[in-house]
């Protein structure tokens, strides 16, 4: 066929490519209107669901008759107001700025998270490459990963001894079965003809883990990290209300006993707002994937 008969109208009346082109314009100059658009729909969309809830919030507040007890939208911000201007104030051991839990906080989680990583990634490799191994490991995983993290937290108490060594491996056993799967799980799912290929191309075993390997498992493996981070932060507010002098938890649940109900729902509020951020920082990660 001739580079002419590629415009032509074909049977049934659909045109041919030439022609599509010529009907519609580039799509390079709709994306960005496109873009806007839909960038200004999705806030306005927002905007406006943020709107009811609160009024929603509002009228049901209002409907409680328990002295003032139930938080109001209003009663909220103000609280709001004034724990973001003690924020940096530290006067320990019961005077002790937003910050400062926030702080404590990330630094279990992190550390946790951070061990968890350092110990699920090599062992999901190992596993997902060995099945002897594999199968030899498995009912312990099995059983042990349905556990609640928080079922760990008196035997972390009674074999370190320490409420911080505690919340950091409270957080380590929160993380590190869902890396260690998803793992294991991105392993599976890589092709056995680029193994082969490295195989016949005499590559070390550690050459064939850093350059095959590890590049096809990496988006799982980060699937893996964004889950177990989110797991992690909530973890960790119910594990600090009960050890730990200082974190979110122990500020939830001190308010809670001085009943300052506002002061909670700030809290709430600050914990969502920082657990959106850590997603969001690993989510950026996918950018280091290999496409396709």
């Known amino acids: 066929m ?26 390079q ?24 809830l609160i009024a929603i919030w509002h009228l049901a507040a209002a409907g409680f008759d328990d002295g003032g007890l139930a938080p109001t939208p209003a009663a909220s911000w103000t609280r709001l107001v004034e724990v973001l201007s003690t924020a940096f104030v530290y006067d320990p051991p019961n005077n002790v700025g937003i910050v ?8 279990r989680v992190l550390l946790g998270f951070g061990l968890a990583a350092v110990v699920a990634v090599p062992l999901g490799l190992l596993l997902g490459t060995n099945r002897m191994i594999n199968d030899a490991l498995d009912p312990v995983i099995q059983v042990l990963r349905p556990v609640s993290p928080l079922a760990w937290l008196p035997i972390g108490l009674a074999v370190l ?14 993380s590190l079965w ?15 003809l680029y193994l082969d290929l490295a ?18 498992t990496l988006p799982s493996i980060v ?20 050890v730990g002098s200082r974190g979110m938890g122990h500020f939830v649940w001190n308010e809670w006993n001085a009943m ?11 914990i969502g707002a920082v657990g959106f951020a850590l997603d969001r920082s690993i989510a950026q990660l996918h950018r280091l994937t290999p496409a396709g």
């Open 2 to 27: 001739s580079s002419d008969a590629r415009g032509t109208t074909v049977a049934g009346g659909s045109t041919g490519p030439s022609d599509a082109r010529e009907a519609s314009p580039p799509v």
């Open 29 to 52: 100059n709709q994306r960005p209107e496109r873009r806007g658009v839909f960038r200004w729909k999705t806030a306005g969309l927002s905007v406006a669901l943020l709107a009811a």
């Open 100 to 107: 400062f839990h926030l702080l404590a906080s990330l630094q």
């Open 161 to 174: 001894r320490d409420s911080e060594a505690t919340a950091v491996f409270v957080i380590f056993m929160a």
């Open 178 to 192: 869902l890396i260690l799967i998803n793992t294991v799980d991105g392993v599976r799912r890589v092709d056995p």
């Open 199 to 216: 195989r016949t191309l005499e590559a070390t075993s550690f050459n064939r883990t850093l350059r095959v390997l590890l590049p096809a």
């Open 223 to 242: 699937t893996g990290l964004r889950t177990s981070l989110s797991t992690a932060w909530l973890v960790i507010i119910a594990a600090e209300m009960i």
């Open 260 to 270: 300052n109900i506002n002061s909670i729902v700030v809290a709430i509020l600050i």
